[in-house]
């Protein structure tokens, strides 16, 4: 399961880019940096935060899709599909690469409004068992229709790494599914307070359900049922650090190998705080909706404590 993006933010550059990449969690650390957040109170000090690592190795973009907009909604309206594509997408759907597509896609840019990139991520490039990829869209904003086309032609078919779409410093919006707990109720779910210990024969329980008329039980009475393995957005997480492996300024791997993950091999960002879900799920990065950040600075890492 995945999470999916249904608003992307808009671009007011002249210039298209993708606004969004893909990654696995991996791991939990800590991270002695200094404060550079001005009229802080610890503004210029030295600070010891969470942060999480998210391998995120090179998205492919399988293809281009172009999206016609009417009164009820967006409908699409073509895709074209690059000619090599990677063997594990065999094991999603099998498409035919037609050498006029691009062409006739060309001819229907004056009806398109939203073009959008249609990429691949293989869990296998970040060193998982796991053979069978993600495939998801990724907005593209910036410049006009024709710019934008031109801009998914030239990535088509190509891969595309996690400095090309984000930079050291700014802040995203991490989309990802939640740890699951299971059946749950009243009282962990929504927080209900207990009972008294002699009060009724449950003390789990809640105390009433509703009145005796209407004979109905509202929406909005606290219930047992699932918690966790939901679907959230959360917003504005810093990048703190974006390396690899190769030529990394901290080392990041433990002896052996992180405890659920394994050994981090290729790009990776090391993003500030925690994020939703359980190590080697897939994290969906999105350019943020409601930025903060005025200027994007460098973070001032001192050390890493894993």
């Not at 957040?37 to 000090?45: A, D, V, Y």
């Not at 999206?67 to 594990?88: Q, T």
């Not at 050994?263 to 939703?276: A, C, E, R, T």
Request: with cysteine; proline share 6%; charged share 25%.
């Amino acid at each position: 399961m995945e999470a999916r993006i249904r608003t992307w933010p808009e671009n007011i550059t002249d210039q298209p880019k993708l606004q969004g990449y893909a990654g696995f969690k991996a791991a939990c650390m800590r991270i002695a940096s200094i404060d550079d957040r001005e009229k802080t109170p610890n503004f210029g000090k030295q600070l010891v935060s969470m942060g999480t690592v998210v391998v995120t190795p090179p998205m492919t973009i399988i293809g281009i899709r172009g999206y016609s907009k009417d009164r009820y909604g967006y409908d699409s309206i073509f895709d074209v599909y690059a000619k090599d594509l990677p063997k594990e997408l065999s094991r999603l759907f099998k498409t035919k690469s037609d050498e006029k597509a691009l062409e006739k896609a060309g001819k229907l840019l004056a009806h398109v409004n939203e073009l959008v990139a249609i990429a691949a991520a293989l869990p296998r490039k970040a060193g998982m068992a796991q053979k069978k990829p993600y495939v998801f869209e990724v907005a593209v904003k910036g410049g006009d229709i024709t710019k934008q086309f031109a801009y998914l032609n030239e990535l088509l078919g190509k891969e595309v790494k996690i400095d090309q779409v984000f930079q050291k410093g700014s802040e995203v919006d991490i989309a990802a599914i939640t740890k699951g707990k299971g059946i749950e109720g009243p009282i962990t779910r929504w927080g209900v307070k207990k009972k008294q210990h002699k009060s009724r024969k449950s003390v789990r329980a809640l105390g009433t359900l509703g009145p005796i008329s209407p004979a109905t039980i509202m929406y909005t009475v606290p219930r047992a049922g699932q918690r966790g393995f939901h679907q959230r957005t959360q917003y504005n997480n810093r990048i703190m650090i974006m390396s690899t492996t190769e030529n990394e300024e901290f080392k990041i791997n433990p002896s052996g190998g992180y405890k659920h993950f394994g050994v981090v091999q290729g790009d990776y960002v090391i993003l500030n705080g925690s994020i939703p879900g359980t190590y080697r799920r897939l994290v969906k990065l999105r350019a943020p909706a409601r930025p903060k950040l005025t200027k994007i600075s460098q973070p001032k890492i001192l050390e890493i404590m894993i």
